[in-house]
């Protein structure tokens, strides 16, 4: 099941025409979306840097002699002193890009760590649905997973799911010592129990096949408003988070998006979970998870 | 090779019975798939566990108690070992879970591994028939190592390889499949595939060709891709990974799994205990085409 840019777009209301600073090396598919998104009044984008200099008919590039580095450097500082609303990185994605957006948001623009949550529609039933994290954080202990929860919390609010209920998955429903990520998901569990994420409800650990279905985590003796009801599934690792949505995008045939969390301010990428033509998507949840800024 | 689960329950009827060890049947579901299963001519069902108990679950499901052998062992670990000594003595040709925590089976599976091969581990391979794929294939292992090492994994891979051999898939595609990451360090999952190609390719895992590709937007690479030329085979790194991607595929994708653990040549039936009826008649053909499979490997 498929969502759509103005599905999504429509979620935020009624919005003011975006300023994107756009950085990276020059994409097809990304420009294309950017062209698109500009067409229909979204967002109003610059370019950053000597890899877009040819983007002079298109839209204004600022700091065309700058190397890739030097330009994600400027398009970070233009969007820390608000002179852009969000920004667009054609990628590549990976440890570079993520290392300067840390180091170059100050602390201010950036609530948390850096996460990656991945989106897609439920097909029980057509509920929006995140999964993280997919792409950033390889072995997050408890201390990271307690941010990548608010973040995704954050996210979710963002497409209006106001009080998320999530999955801490593991291999397993019970606490296992061999097992340290279903430690992690008990211990989320209790300090939801505890409200400490306000109104979510982490349920956890729990199996996926406990998380789908209400009767299978009744069989198993777990009752929770969690089970079969799932907005998040927060998985153990990087390896089980992002094999299991490559499965669910290359194989399941989902349409994925994603969105990079942890920034106060829109961050838009596109991972290679997503298809490149999703780069509208992504457009579209970045600027509608951070309307409120 | 069976494209889906009719073929393999097609093929079992013509197979079938075979004395199976069926451990703790005393479940709704369990018993009624005996049942059933032994009506169809699939099965001869010896049953291990507490006696009344199953007796009165035979009862209820419809059936008189003397109808069927069973075996009284209300102890679950001499029980999960009674029902391996009975596969490794010849006089059942495989053993069906029923309600019991799984971990008795494989440690008793694991013990009969050890003494039999012990150059062997035993894993568990999820058949899995997905709507996008055209073939039924493996994912393994989610059940038996938690965190495997390059040893393990060799053995896993050359233990699916050889099953799925067997069941007349000459040359399986492997993936050893690992995150797409952002680092530029190869990651362990990545070490560990890219030794296991070097070992495929010098033929240590036996026929089989393991794809350069270890996830699937690289598999992929911006084109469609046949199922043909999709992997038989996907190795997962750890029994996290493996354990979630199993269910995400039948719960999310809307797929089937059929769980087995083999060691030694072995064969254990490892449906989930959620595992409803129609599940587990799907299992117990998957069983016999297995068992004889591999007798005649």
């Known amino acids: 099941m498929d969502f759509s840019f103005e599905e999504i777009m429509g979620r935020g209301g009624q919005q003011k025409k975006r300023r994107v600073v756009i950085s990276g090396k020059r994409d097809t598919n990304a420009l294309s979306a950017i062209l698109a998104a500009r067409d229909r009044g979204w967002i109003d984008p610059v370019a950053c840097g000597c890899s877009l200099s040819g983007l002079g008919k298109e839209m204004d590039v600022h700091f065309a002699d700058s190397d890739m580095l030097k330009a994600r450097q400027h398009a970070l500082r233009l969007l820390e002193q608000g002179e852009a609303d969000a920004l667009l990185d054609m990628g590549p994605s990976n440890n570079r890009l993520f290392s300067v957006i840390d180091e170059t948001l100050t602390h201010t623009k950036k609530s948390h760590l850096l996460s990656y949550v991945s989106v897609f529609r439920a097909p029980k039933n057509g509920r929006i649905t ?3 994290d997919t792409l950033i954080n390889s072995k997050p202990g408890l201390k990271e997973k307690i941010e990548i929860v608010e973040n995704a919390i954050r996210v979710g609010k963002g497409l209006g799911i106001s009080q998320p209920k999530i999955a801490a998955l593991g291999p397993l429903e019970l606490v296992n010592l061999s097992i340290p990520s279903t430690l992690d998901a008990a211990m989320l569990s209790k300090m939801s129990e505890r409200r400490q994420f306000g109104g979510a409800i982490v349920e956890g650990p729990l199996a996926m096949d406990n ?3 209400a009767l299978a985590a009744r069989h198993k003796g777990i009752e929770s ?3 079969g009801n799932v907005d998040i599934y927060l998985f153990p690792d990087l390896e089980s988070a992002n094999i299991t949505a490559q499965f669910l995008g290359f194989l399941g045939s989902f349409q994925l998006g994603g969105v990079l969390a942890g920034t106060r301010l829109p961050i838009i990428i596109r991972s290679s979970l997503e298809s490149p033509d999703s780069w509208l998507l992504n457009i579209a949840l970045g ?7 | 090779m069976y494209r889906n689960f009719e073929e ?6 013509s197979l079938g019975p075979k004395r199976a060890v069926i451990l703790f049947p005393d479940d709704t579901d369990v018993m009624q798939a005996t049942i059933e299963g032994m009506k169809e001519g699939l099965i001869e069902p010896v049953l291990v566990g507490e006696k009344e108990h199953i007796a009165a679950v035979a009862h209820q499901n419809g059936e008189t108690p003397g109808g069927m052998e069973i075996i009284n062992q209300r102890n679950p670990q001499q029980a999960a070992n009674l029902c391996l000594d009975m596969v490794i003595r010849g006089e059942a040709s495989f053993v069906v879970k029923g309600n019991i ?7 008793a599976l694991i013990k009969a591994t050890r003494q039999l091969a012990p150059d062997q581990t035993p894993c568990t391979l999820c058949f899995h028939q997905a709507p996008s794929m055209n073939k039924i294939f493996i994912i393994t292992d989610p059940g038996v190592n938690i965190q495997p090492g390059l040893t393990t994994k060799k053995q896993t891979l050359t233990n699916a390889i050889q099953v799925l051999r067997s069941l007349g898939c000459d040359n399986p595609r492997v993936m ?11 990651s362990i999952a990545e070490d560990h595939g890219a030794r296991l190609k070097r070992m495929a390719d010098k033929g240590l895992l036996g026929p089989c060709t393991i794809a350069e590709a270890m996830n699937l937007p690289d598999l992929f690479a911006g084109h469609c891709i046949e199922a043909d030329l999709l992997p038989d085979i996907f190795l997962v790194p750890n029994i996290e990974a493996g354990n979630i991607l199993v269910k995400t595929t039948d719960h999310l994708m809307g797929g089937v799994r059929q769980c087995v653990t083999v060691g030694a040549g072995l064969i254990t039936l490892t449906p989930s205990r959620s595992d409803g009826y129609e599940a587990r008649m799907g299992n117990l053909a998957l069983g016999l085409v297995l068992a004889e499979a591999c007798k005649r490997g």
């Open chain 1, 287 to 293: 600027l509608v998870v951070n309307r409120g800024i």
């Open chain 2, 176 to 186: 050893t499949l690992a995150a797409d990451h952002i680092d530029e360090k190869p």
């Open chain 2, 8 to 13: 393999i329950a097609n093929r079992a009827r």
């Open chain 2, 101 to 107: 925590l799984t971990t008795y089976l494989y440690r």
């Open chain 1, 225 to 227: 408003p969690v089970p």
């Open chain 1, 211 to 213: 998380a789908e279905s």
């Open chain 1, 130 to 132: 995140l999964l993280t």
